[in-house]
């Protein structure tokens, strides 16, 4: 599969220019920036944050960490800032290279589902579900929007919590995002309010929703929770090369976020995405962040526990495949209240030559006193071409602290083979039940179509790995 | 009569080390054979290579399974043909349940015959005779599992995938009296529901033979049977250590 991904262009999969509405020229200029604004008819207070934020991408250096090669091959000159598509179909279904087809085929993807996936149609076509979750939501007085509706609709919460917790001085791919952004969710739960069933971009799915620069801001009022899913299982097919996403979270005290992400965007997308949440006096973040696509991920969820007793827990998944894929993904939490707790599970996963990274941070504040951090990372090493690397960070600045710190490189044992496989197993069922078991943590945490799908992906990218 | 295991002649080299030097041993449908010997001796060595450990390679000689010769056949195939090992040491493979675990072996070995429900129905019965809570059944292979129900665990497998041969590399070392009994009971209960099974029982101790009744014993020393009898030399050896086979055999060199 993987191959097929990277060869992309060969199917001829573009988009025809007449089908676009508006689409900016090639490059970053302040003329882009302004006219992306204009054209959504912003307030003036987004369109300065806009050109405040491309002065700082423009001074901003590239990061000097994480796979700086890879880094320094990006063309922000060659690239597309704005592109809003008409409603209509743009490509073909026959377009779409048989590789994909099969795939959403074995992984038991709904057609219509299947043909928003593959950009062949807009919409994800689930109306009925939408229109009645949709209604069940507006009873309980949640606002689930895509960004641009709820910058347009909600402008005095939006103007209270937008780039707060991730400024534009956070780093260059967060400033690109705050200049060009586009698309993503919006959500506000009032205080008090449980969200029952996850809410899922797939219910509000619409070209703007996937693209390039997404910006999502979510608000848990005091004593309220939500769950929310991004992504999919499926191969992701874009022909942008690079997506540049921020996540901000809000808990408010006493509230719940769990943010999960199954991110397989095809392998020739750049992955550099900022996440980070803020937890308030007695909220509890989480984040369950699973990466399987792209050529380069870089992406550390974060978690600022500014209350006391605030929880935060970060699961990270990486599936490293090919000599071509770098997940650099990991997790930060910073402590800035006594009393505060958190979790960092990090499971990694590199075969045929992949490289997978976990980086974490783990900060105590002075003052941020009885912090309790377990920190556990394991990865997988499938082969002896892949390659698997752990930095962690650790800054202390409290006593009696009290954190554990576990990290372990395993590869698929021969004995524990040979004891699956003397129960009838065949060798690839044995390897595939170990990773599986090995993903375990996070799979079991995903509403069950998903878990369902990761495990069938997993069992598609590890075909033909038995040599 | 034909024997149901047949081991003639066998040479088995680790790493290019010969460890076993031709062992011969033969035992027919319904037999209980146990296999007595020190630490170190080559008790594993054998029954690790009659499953088909990878690293086990058969230099000499021919191990043949009711009528097939099994040598170069994968640990699966073995597993098909209706061979099971009790591991002395059983791995834990943690993310993997135990249910869904030995629901996958059974399929392997048997096809989609049984529904889940019935698959549960039986595992939880065959949980009972062992004394083994049925939480177990959702708890990851033996992923913290003490020695003793390592062991059990062990005994419940061979329980539901039913083979026709099965090797118990040690299923005693490490339990107490209770556990012990509570094993050699599941045993005996499998083999009197399947008088046709054949079992090669590896054991440092006479004990567990008071339970499960061999119908013969062999001492192994430094690689090869030296010595067989029927269930008195287990007591003879209870009684007198395994000193002075070993002083015989380096007498006999």
């Known amino acids: 599969m993987a191959t097929e991904l990277n060869n992309d262009y060969k199917y001829g999969f573009h988009d025809s220019e007449e089908n676009y509405t508006f689409k900016s020229g090639r490059g970053l200029t302040r003329e882009i920036v302004l006219s992306i604004s204009k054209m959504k008819n912003e307030p003036q207070w987004m369109t300065d944050f806009r050109l405040k934020s491309l002065e700082i991408f423009y001074k901003k250096p590239m990061p000097k960490w994480g796979n700086t090669k890879l880094l320094n091959e990006i063309d922000f000159e060659n690239i597309f800032y704005y592109v809003k598509s008409t409603e209509k179909q743009e490509k073909s279904w026959e377009d779409v290279p048989k590789e994909i087809k099969n795939t959403f085929d074995r992984l038991g993807i709904p057609e219509a589902e299947r043909k928003f ?3 062949v149609s807009a919409q994800y076509e689930s109306e009925v579900i939408y229109h009645s979750l949709r209604e069940d939501l507006k009873k309980l007085g949640v606002i689930f929007l895509d960004m641009d509706s709820g910058l347009r609709e909600h402008p005095e919460i939006v103007k209270k919590y937008f780039a707060t917790i991730i400024p534009s001085e956070d780093n260059k791919f967060a400033a690109l995002n705050s200049a060009v952004w586009s698309g993503g969710s919006f959500i506000y739960v009032p205080p008090h309010t449980n969200v029952e069933i996850p809410l899922q971009a797939y219910f509000r799915i619409n070209t703007e929703n996937m693209g390039q620069f997404e910006r999502t801001l979510i608000i848990a009022d005091e004593g309220s929770s939500v769950h929310y899913i991004e992504g999919c299982t499926a191969p992701t097919y874009s022909s942008d090369s690079l997506h540049s996403a921020v996540v901000e979270l809000i808990a408010l005290k006493g509230a719940k976020i769990r943010y999960t992400t199954i991110q397989n965007w095809s392998k020739n997308v750049y992955n550099l995405v900022t996440k980070r949440a803020v937890a308030h006096e007695n909220a509890v973040v989480e984040w369950l962040d699973g990466n399987m696509g792209s050529k380069l991920t870089m992406k550390y969820p974060s978690i600022y526990l500014v209350g006391e007793h605030a929880h935060g827990e970060v699961v990270s998944v990486a599936l490293a495949s090919g000599s071509d894929q770098h997940q650099d993904a990991g997790a930060k939490i910073i402590h800035a209240a006594p009393n505060t707790t958190s979790v960092i599970t990090s499971k990694s996963i590199s075969r045929n030559g992949g490289r997978a990274s976990y980086r974490g941070l783990l900060k105590v504040h002075k003052g941020a006193t009885n912090v309790k951090s377990t920190i556990k990372c394991d990865a997988l090493m499938l082969d002896e071409r892949s390659r698997s690397d752990t930095y962690p960070t650790m800054e202390i600045d409290e006593k009696g602290v009290q954190i554990e710190h576990e990290a372990t490189v395993s590869k698929i044992e021969d004995e524990k083979l040979f004891y699956l496989m003397s129960r009838g197993i065949s060798e690839e069922q044995a390897k595939l039940m170990i990773v599986n078991g090995f993903m375990e943590v996070f799979v079991k945490e995903l509403p069950m179509e998903y878990a369902v799908e990761l495990n069938r992906l997993i069992e598609l990218e590890m075909e033909g790995s038995i040599g | 009569m034909d024997a149901l295991l047949k081991i003639e002649n066998l040479h088995i080299e680790i790493d290019g080390k010969e460890i076993l030097h031709g062992v011969n041993l033969s035992i027919n449908t319904g037999e209980v054979h146990a296999l007595m010997g020190r630490n170190g001796s080559g008790k594993s060595t054998l029954s690790n290579t009659l499953m088909g450990h990878p690293a086990y390679k058969v230099s000499k000689g021919q191990i043949t399974f009711n009528g097939t010769t099994i040598n170069n ?50 595992l939880y019965e065959k949980m009972d005779d062992l004394e083994i809570d049925h939480a177990f059944a959702t708890r990851y292979i033996n992923d913290g599992f003490s020695g003793g129900e390592k062991k059990r665990m062990e005994i419940l497998q061979m329980a539901m995938l039913e083979p026709k041969f099965v090797i118990l590399d040690e299923p005693d070392s490490g339990l107490d009296i209770d556990s012990l009994k509570l094993v050699a009971d599941s045993i005996n209960k499998f083999k009197t529901r399947n008088p046709q099974l054949g079992i090669l029982l590896v054991t440092h101790y006479q004990r567990i033979l008071d339970y499960v009744k061999p119908n013969k014993v062999h001492v192994f020393v430094d690689g090869n049977i030296v010595e067989s009898g029927g269930p008195e030399l287990a007591l003879e050896l209870e009684k007198k250590g395994y000193d002075w086979l070993v002083q015989r055999e380096e007498v006999r060199k």
């Open chain 1, 117 to 119: 996936l593959a950009g």
């Open chain 2, 73 to 122: 056949l994968k640990s699966n195939e073995r597993a098909k043909l209706g061979l099971f090992l009790g591991f002395q040491y059983p791995l834990s493979i943690p993310g993997v349940t135990v249910a869904s675990f030995l629901r996958q072996a059974n399929k392997a070995l048997k096809g989609d015959a049984v529904s889940p429900k019935e698959f549960r129905k039986l």
